[in-house]
């Protein structure tokens, strides 16, 4: 099922949370929301579900307008961050619980609820725990009575809010692949909201980056990651370390010295980012910027320094081999490998 | 009336919200719980003041000058100002052990302090009957050495002390326990001794939900009917108490004298709620481990 | 020190009493406690306690759940004062609220000139005790009820609705059963003090042996005739009842919290 979110505007108590918002999410993709708390992505996801009305704008699944539907009507499945199961019902209970709600005309039989709960329950391999109650299960097994009770209504779209958010860090690793294995198998359309890029990236076939209740790029992690389209996503998705720039006739100045990189922005000032494992170290008379080591840390198989650079106005943090000499006071040059520049903010 | 729904403040997304009744179902349903308590609660309250001024406010105060009727006044306060006190020291005293202590059986003690709870009024005074009568062991013995217990002020005591005896304790034990013990340990180590760190750490700590319990244990040890009733012996201006006082003018058809004590009770009730929403209001984060009663 | 005083305390206060209570009853021996235990009239007394207190816990359970409900639920004016006003019967003195209902229900009161009219009496009957019973029970229902109910998440409505249930279908079969154990206590609560309750009731009553004579009231009457024998048999019985409660009520909340990971 397509969904497509129109122009989407909404706000609490006249506190905007989420500015003229539109996406397109193709059948069977399975998207990533990810942004800071407060960047309203699960207020969107919350839209898309009918559990908010937006203030303006529209939502379609397919070619219905589905922000005329009430969120019983539209049939998606939802699994929430602290899993919301109920807990006075049994495993088996609470993952039938949308069959058994549905009126009589479309009510499938007993038995045939029950099969079908059962098979669910196989699927996401918690078979034999049918009996159990939620305060009985991890929190791994709460998630997948999550998943299946979602999944049990035949959903249109699949929904989840930070999905792995309440999981300590292995569980969250496992049940990451698992949900993309799952995924795969299903292809339910599914959009999942998170604050935590390496599971965005690692998930996700497409990743929806959203600040301050706006969409700022969609794009395929690749994408994403390669050509941050904002300082915003240059920043929070990866590291990136940043300088200020001076763009003369094409070309890219920095300290009063050309960098011998061209620029098709208009003359002035910008700000130039890269990635700081995303450089090239230069002979320190080369074209390049130039700083004198102030910190040196040793990260994994590289070592991270923090260059004071434009007379120490400035300071940047750049990545070089561990086994390079560099120590504290050495001078350094380097020129980034990829980079963008962006308007002086 | 503008009804809204609680969690939800923007009133165009109301309309089809997932969580809350339509509108008509809100409105009936708070006419119903609205109804429900102005019959059972507001209207009884109400009549009493109408009634004790049925005939005007003279025979309205004339009721007071009435020399057992301030005999009964005067006793229901010296009882509650004994019963109250002693309570209080033994529900901080008690709830200090449980809180602060391990020991075996603990949990068996703070049924124990619950039980007059569920025991009938009726019941709380027979026992003193039974303990103190004529029939008893205790009873000759103590009439020989002159000491009147029952259908005296001490019986009357007793009653009251046992019927409130859970109040204050109640109150202290799950906010002492919630509290633990770290402050007392750091008071310790600054070198205060037992007294000292009970009372510039542990007291201010709790004094709010010691006034909650106060006021509870209060109202109800100038309220209390049933056990008084039974150990009392109904003596005019001497073992009266307001609420037996209120009986006794009710049963000789004296309604005006009846309800006119009876709107003084009700007055303190009156004093007692605001007084417990007040706190509940001010310092409702420290009583939050409070239960009801 | 602490602990001793405590204990000796309370052995003075409850304890003994009420051990004096049960040795008093032993005393009686088997036969002369069960010819009292199934006097008729002990009988009919026990049963109209009994039989008004539970239709009185079952009404306070029905109005004390609504209640409760918009209290937690709505906004409306006033509505601070409505949940004060919820407590007013653990603070009014029982024989205060006793003569004012009696007022309010009698043939020419406020209430029962009109019920009158329709031919219902209430005061000096069964339903005047029952009245009495619901006014003093209904905060035990409200102030369980309440906490629980505040504490049902948003997210656990939001999901039966995505699942496709409606308003009622989420309130029927995913909030109620969720409060279950919440709700019962309130009931045993509510009902257990109905039973023991005196005050409220005896101006309403009517007090008439066999119709409108509830067990407090015959203790009180046998130990007015200086029976002590018969008042304590009947009270142990009553003990006996409201001690069977108290385990019930613990029973219900350990088997929640077992089962559901909450209590009540």
Known sequence: MDVRVSGVRKEFDRFPALHDVSLDINSGELIALLGPSGSGKTTLLRLIAGLETPTEGKVFFGDEDASLKSVQERNVGFVFQHYALFRHMTVIDNVSFGLKVRPGSSRPSKDEIRRRSSELLDFVQLSGLEKRYPAQLSGGQRQRVALARAMAIEPRVLLLDEPFGALDAKVRKELRRWLREIHDKTKHTTVFVTHDQDEALELADRVVVMSQGRIEQIGTPDEVYDRPNSPFVYSFIGESSSTEVQIKNGELWFDGQALGISSDRPDGEGMLYFRPHDIELIDASNRGIAGTVVASRRVGATRRIELAIAGATDHVEIEIPADHPATETSRIAFRPKHWRVFPKS | ?293 | MALGFTLAYLALIVLIPLTGLVLRSASLGFPGFWHVATDPRTVNALKISFGTSLIAAVINVIFGIIVAWVLVRYRFPGRRIVDAIVDLPFALPTAVAGIALTALYSKNGWIGRWLDLIGIKVAFTPIGITIALIFIGLPFVVRTVQPVMEEIRKEVEEAAATLGANRFQTITRVLLPGLQPAILTGFALAFARAVGEYGSVIFIAGNLPYVSEIAPLLIVIRLEEFDYAGATAIATIMLLISFFMLFVINLIQAWSRRRYGYGA
């Open chain 2, 1 to 293: 009336m503008a009804l809204e729904s609680g969690p939800v403040t923007d009133p165009t997304a109301t309309a089809r919200h997932a969580t809350t009744e339509r509108r008509t179902a809100r409105f009936v349903l708070t006419g119903i719980a609205l109804a429900f308590l102005a019959l059972f609660l507001v209207l009884p309250l109400v009549s009493v003041f109408v009634e004790a001024f049925r005939k005007g406010p003279t025979e309205y105060l004339a009721a007071f000058s009435e020399p057992d009727a301030q005999a009964a006044i005067r006793l229901t306060l010296l009882v509650a100002s004994i019963a109250v006190p002693l309570n209080v020291v033994f529900g901080v005293v008690a709830a200090w052990a449980i809180a602060k202590f391990e020991f075996k059986g603990k949990a068996f003690l703070t049924t124990l302090i619950d039980l007059p709870f569920s025991v009938s009024p009726v019941i709380s005074g027979l026992v003193y009957v039974l303990l103190f009568s004529s029939q008893s062991a205790l009873g000759p013995w103590l009439k020989s050495q002159g000491i009147e217990i029952l259908f005296a002020v001490p019986g009357i005591v007793l009653a009251t002390m046992f019927v409130t005896f859970p109040f204050v304790a109640r109150e202290l034990i799950p906010l002492m326990q919630e509290q633990g013990t770290t402050d007392e340990e750091a008071a310790l180590s600054l070198g205060a001794n037992g007294w000292q760190t009970f009372w510039h750490v542990t007291l201010p700590n709790i004094k709010w939900g010691l006034l909650y319990g106060v006021l509870l244990c209060n109202a109800r040890a100038m309220g209390e009917f049933g056990a008084v009733s039974v150990v009392s012996g109904h003596i005019r201006g001497l073992t009266n108490t307001m609420p037996l006082h209120v009986e006794i003018l009710y049963n000789e058809y004296n309604f005006v004298a009846a309800f006119a004590v009876a709107s003084l009770l009700a007055l303190l009730a009156l004093v007692t709620l605001v007084l417990k929403t007040l706190l509940e209001l001010r310092y409702g984060a420290e009583l939050r481990a409070v239960g009801g009663h």
